[in-house]
Nanobody, 116 residues
Framework: QVQVVESGGGLVQPGGSLRLSCAAS????????MRWYRQAPGKEREWIAG????????DYADSVKGRFTISRDNAKNTVYLQMNSLKPEDTAVYYC?????????WGKGTLVTVSS
């Protein structure tokens, strides 16, 4: 059965760093593009980063460009989001999304809170 499980969220001070992980199983991970989204309280879910299934092509929303880095390890069926220079406005539930030729899967999210 398909599983997409995010981890690594928590409370961090402004200016700090966190690394989120997303572990996938039940599908051929290497054939899926992977994306991170986030949803802040009272706001719609927004795309923030993506990585192609091959070639390591990445893309970022302007709001996180230069601060966040997406990467993947196909041998471990895992995608990561390294988040640096965190700001209070980065507070949100972060979701992992796997996009394949015919299917898409979502995790349940992990909460990141940036506060002093």
């Amino acid at each position: 059965q398909v599983q997409v499980v995010e981890s690594g969220g928590g409370l961090v001070q402004p200016g700090g760093s966190l690394r989120l992980s997303c572990a996938a199983s039940g599908f051929t991970f290497s054939t899926y593009a992977m994306r991170w989204y986030r949803q802040a309280p009272g706001k719609e879910r927004e795309w923030i980063a993506g990585i192609a299934n091959i070639g390591r092509i990445t893309d970022y929303a302007d709001s996180v460009k230069g601060r966040f880095t997406i990467s993947r390890d196909n041998a471990k069926n895992t995608v990561y989001l390294q988040m640096n220079s965190l700001k209070p406005e980065d507070t949100a539930v972060y979701y992992c999304n796997a996009v394949g030729p015919n299917m898409a899967y979502w995790g349940k999210g992990t909460l990141v809170t940036v506060s002093s």
